[in-house]
């Protein structure tokens, strides 16, 4: 039967393959010029996989149970890392936004929306593990 606190786990690992997918695709696309569907697939993953982080990280707030001892503090840092993501997948996506918004792509705003992505990629990553830790560790939702 599911629950409500399965719906994070559940709502968590669509925004990850799309983030990740999303900064391969417009990495790719910086040594590929000539395909600009590649530009644009990189965007729209962006856009989707913000939207996604948000459903995310909602879930995670408000379904989740609290947590006490070593799992309550892994938790904290879960949130305080999945917060950082979140705001840094906006920035970055904000930034695509605009550039395309501007006719802007080939300048330095794509860049800057870029690099920042990457930090959102970092970031996902180091939120996943922790993630795992809660889930593996600690046998939260098992």
């Known amino acids: 039967m599911i629950t409500e606190a399965h719906l994070h786990p ?8 799309v983030i990740l ?5 417009d990495f790719v696309s ?13 965007y ?16 995670g707030y408000f379904l989740t149970n609290p947590m006490e001892g070593e799992a309550g ?9 999945a917060t950082l993501t979140l705001v840094s997948i ?13 006719n802007k792509e080939e ?9 920042l992505l990457f930090f959102s990629v970092v970031l996902v990553i180091i939120t996943g593990m922790l993630g795992g830790q809660l889930v593996y560790d600690y046998m939260i939702g098992i």
Not at 90 to 102: D, E, S
Not at 107 to 115: E, F, G, H, P
């Open 107 to 115: 300048t330095r705003l794509k860049y800057i929306s870029l690099i």
């Open 21 to 25: 997918l999303g900064f391969i695709v």
């Open 90 to 102: 906006i920035i970055a996506t904000l930034f695509r936004v605009l550039a395309t918004y501007m």
């Open 44 to 59: 729209w993953l962006e856009i989707v996989g913000m939207l996604g982080a948000i459903v995310a990280f909602g879930t």
């Open 10 to 17: 559940m709502a968590v690992h669509f925004p990850i393959a």
């Open 73 to 81: 503090d892994l938790r904290e840092r879960h949130e305080l890392f």
């Open 30 to 42: 910086l040594f590929w010029k000539k395909e600009s569907c590649l530009s644009k697939m990189g």
